[in-house]
């Protein structure tokens, strides 16, 4: 198991990341020379989330603004799924992502090890990434041990977590290019992020958060897209996280960005599940559109 981190000691691990990175910002090395060529399409993401002034604004004049969209009884639902998250005892708070790096490691080091642990945890459970995060660090986990480190070991390292041949190959090059175009360090950026082989919008947003304490968008993952759906958070059903993501963004205040993930996820896992929630046990079972009463 990861080594267990107080929610404030996070906080202050966040902070030293965020600080350590700004300082190092202007000695990160652009070189791209050698950089793993990559295949497939390239991704992109939208990454605009606030809205600039218009002309009326600039001459001092405005227009009637309509009033936002908001779902019935969200604020209502919200308090009563933090009542339901306050003892904090779901997989996500014993072994996610914030419990995976070692805090006692460089803040640079640190970062290199949230963003490998969100690569790990795509399609992979808690517990299996938790364990596999372990084993990695017991290698020594940097930049250049992986570099050093050959394709077989790292698959016997990282195994069984989901996809793990694929993610040999997408760590192999994600590293390489943090080595010679970041200085071994993480982008600090969703676009340059979501560039890297095996990062999506999702591990993007999340490295942002706990790498960077910096909020740019809200992490969407199959919980948070299952949940909100089923809660109408959202104007019409969406199909896709990122399709939610955008949806949520237009209305849910940005205060609330950085809460949603960790709350949602582990509601997700304990008890609005996939299949056969567990509407009798949900305190919003009298509020919440597709609760199964009886």
């Known amino acids: 198991m990861c080594a267990a981190v107080?929610?404030?000691?996070?906080?202050?691990?966040?902070?030293?990341l965020g600080r350590a990175g700004r300082a190092a910002g202007a000695s990160q090395v652009p070189s791209t020379a050698d950089i793993p060529r990559r295949s497939g399409r390239r991704k992109s993401v939208a990454i605009a989330y606030e809205s600039g002034q218009g002309d009326g604004a600039e001459r001092g004049t405005s227009e009637p603004q309509r009033p936002r969209w908001e779902p019935r009884d969200w604020r209502q639902q919200l308090e009563r799924i933090r009542?339901?998250?306050?003892?904090?005892?779901?997989?996500?708070?014993?072994?996610?992502?914030?419990?995976?790096?070692?805090t006692s490691a460089a803040p640079q080091v640190m970062r290199y090890q949230v963003l490998l642990s969100l690569m790990l945890s795509s399609q992979t459970k808690d517990q299996v990434t938790s364990a596999?995060?372990?084993?990695?660090?017991?290698?020594?986990?940097?930049?250049?041990?992986?570099?050093?480190?050959?394709?077989?070991?790292?698959?016997?390292?990282?195994?069984?977590?989901?996809?793990?041949r694929n993610k040999v190959k997408y760590i192999k090059q994600t590293t390489a290019i943090l080595k010679q175009k970041y200085g071994g360090d993480?982008?600090?950026?969703?676009?340059?992020?979501?560039?890297?082989p095996g990062v999506g919008p999702k591990m993007a947003h999340l490295a942002m958060?706990?790498?960077?304490?910096?909020?740019?968008?809200?992490?969407?993952?199959?919980?948070?897209?299952?949940?909100?759906?089923?809660?109408k958070w959202v104007k019409k059903e969406t199909r896709y996280p990122e399709e939610t993501r955008v949806a949520l963004e237009d209305w849910?205040?940005?205060?609330?960005?950085?809460?949603?993930?960790?709350?949602?996820?582990?509601?997700?896992?304990?008890?609005?599940?996939?299949?056969?929630?567990?509407?009798?046990?949900?305190?919003?079972?009298?509020?919440?559109?597709?609760?199964?009463?009886r």
């Open 209 to 231: 958060n706990i790498a960077w304490d910096s909020v740019s968008g809200i992490a969407v993952d199959t919980h948070v897209h299952r949940i909100t759906n089923r809660l």
């Open 6 to 16: 107080s929610a404030g000691g996070r906080r202050a691990a966040a902070r030293r």
């Open 252 to 293: 849910l205040p940005r205060d609330l960005w950085r809460e949603i993930n960790w709350l949602l996820v582990g509601f997700g896992q304990q008890t609005c599940l996939p299949v056969n929630p567990r509407c009798n046990e949900c305190l919003n079972q009298d509020i919440c559109p597709a609760a199964k009463r």
């Open 83 to 102: 009542e339901m998250r306050s003892n904090r005892d779901a997989p996500v708070d014993e072994m996610g992502v914030e419990k995976c790096y070692d």
């Open 186 to 196: 993480i982008p600090r950026t969703v676009e340059e992020l979501v560039q890297l």
């Open 132 to 164: 596999a995060m372990l084993r990695l660090r017991q290698h020594g986990l940097t930049v250049d041990s992986i570099l050093q480190m050959d394709d077989a070991t790292l698959g016997q390292i990282i195994y069984p977590v989901g996809f793990w």
